[in-house]
């Protein structure tokens, strides 16, 4: 189909800015939609990023012309007050629950504990989670951090660091020069940076476009944070359990709030590039738990940004929420801590995992720790469904 | 039950840092330190060729413990990293914050950053020693040095309560050295974030034989505590003592892992300062292996 009259070159709007996940997780998240916009074909090569550029959207996804005019993505102090304003009492400070949130956590991994210690802790992070408890043999073929370069992982990585720029600084000269200085700065990103020199001049231009694109709508809509509020970007979190045998790892985007005094006051933010997705809300609660057991106080809300759309995904902290989180994390780390004692050689892959349920040896359905822990999300996000979302907001 | 929340932990934990000490000065027991590393560390440090030395650090003792083949591995050489200077850089905007001259981590730094680069233009001294690189760097590149900053800084300072510590407590500050007299040359050196002095704990100079108050160490470390931690507290302490024989020894030392939450300290008395000699000397012992087992044989 012919590119709509007065577009702009297609070849951004079919950026492969979303990275490439598990099956299972490919599908779109229903809550939060754009009102009116189509279900089917709303994907990532024909998602139409509304801000600014309202008269443009890919050939074969035809909004309605009021949807075009009414969803702006938040802005400035509209955005700030999303935030912080979640319609919900913030969630109390509460050491017994506190306690007993880490009982249960440590209570589900003690059960089916297997003598014998390894050499170092098993190491819990969102990703790791996801994916085990999505396809156990998905996570033995893709391994720990052994993940090939893609456009969209580089556009995910340079976004990260703009966001912490913007945040700090308060401003973003050339997005693509700043965020390969920024990813350059230490050794970490070294394969990602020689990767983006090894670039066609064409993919380059493509990720250049993207990337510039989602840094101006950043630097558009968000608002300066006060200092005062502790802003801290890229914020790492451990918490060890069963005596340091196991550890829970995350790095969020952005902490905001000062410590607390009786109630939650830290708000949690993860910066996305890529599109939404049903296991980001996932992501979110698991960073509530981690930040609730190191700090001894729940974070009152967490939150997706979508760099790419301007979305924002907002989720009020709840002590169920904490409590679901911390089943889903104690299904996924005991199997994690079995994986790497070698204790169960049965892999069991998702149906939907087409790749890994035809490898040799694996086994289709779901494990029962999965199954648990997906029943346990579901009920989380039961619980948090009634919060408003910013895309159920329109622009005054 | 409710609370005490995060920040009536940290009122409670500079408490527990400033509490008077439990016991009486440790001048003989450090007397006695001393002569234990240095009867112990002669004859282990004889093996190695001459020139050579060894400097002891808490990574030194952790690696030993956990991972001694990597005792021998040549160091990379040196080049400045964001997470080189994110702990200087952070130390000085936490000063800064405890001095009351910034209200936020997040507003010092960006004023700090710029004050020492300008500083070394001018006089071309390095107060830090990043500040020619920081000056080098792009605006991008840059920012990401601020932010480590800012998010070690705003971790430190969300851990204290600033306002109940001395005014004399000093943040940051050279390292802690002490250099063992062996036929090898063997460098203990140590440093600490913050040492607080404990009000009150001055010692009876008419018996004892130091002058000034005894103080408090605060060590941040990242991640979570790591096996051996509380003797990696107690090697603070130890340097420390032995640096300067006419202080006393440190009174405890409160290590932070901001990162996990987590504090711990360590009241030093005569028997943490024995166990943390014996763990500097088995490291010593395991460089000393690990670098004669590298040497490859005639």
Redo the contacts between chains.
Sequence with gaps: MPPVRGSPPPAPLRMRVTPPVHTVGMVVMDVDRMPGAPAAGWDEGSFVPPSGIADVHPAHVRLPPEVIRRWQPLAGNELLERLRVTGRRRPPVDLELVSRLRVDLEGGLAEDRIDGDLPAPVVVTKDRLTAILACEAHQLVTGFGERAPTIAMACGALIDVLFRQLVTVGGIDDPMADGVAALSVDGHHQPLVSWLERLSAADRAELRAEVTRQAEGLQRRWPALEPGWLPRTQEPMRVPLLGGAMELSARVDLAIGRPAVDEGSVAIVEVKSGARRVEHRADLHYYALVETLRSAAPPFVVATYYTRTGELDVEPVTWPLLFAAAHRTAAGAGLLRDQERGADQVRRSSALCARCAALPGVQVGPTPAAAGAIASGASASGASAASPTDADRTAA | ??????????LERTRALIAPPSGADLHPERTDARSRLTAALSPLVERLPAGDQVVVTVPTLRQALVDPDRLARPEEPFRW???FARRSLGLAVVEACASGRF?????A??PIADEAVAEWERTGWRTFHWEPWLAG????????????A??WA??V??LLDWRSLASDAQVGGAYDQWVSPAPRTIRLKARSEVRVPIPGSDPDTAHEPTSGPRTALVSVS????T?GWADELAYLALVAGLRSTSRPVPARVMGL?P????HRCVEIDAVALDRVTDRVVATVAAVVEARLAAVPAD
Excluded at chain 2, 222 to 225: E, F, K, N
Excluded at chain 2, 259 to 262: K, T, V, W
């Design positions: 039950m409710s609370g005490p929340g995060p920040l009536a932990a940290a990293k964001s997470a209200r936020a981590p997040a507003r730094v960006g760097l792009t605006s991008g590149a840059r920012a990401m040095v601020l932010a480590d800012v998010g705003t971790g300072w969300s990242g991640g979570c505590p096996p892992w990162d996990a939450g987590i």
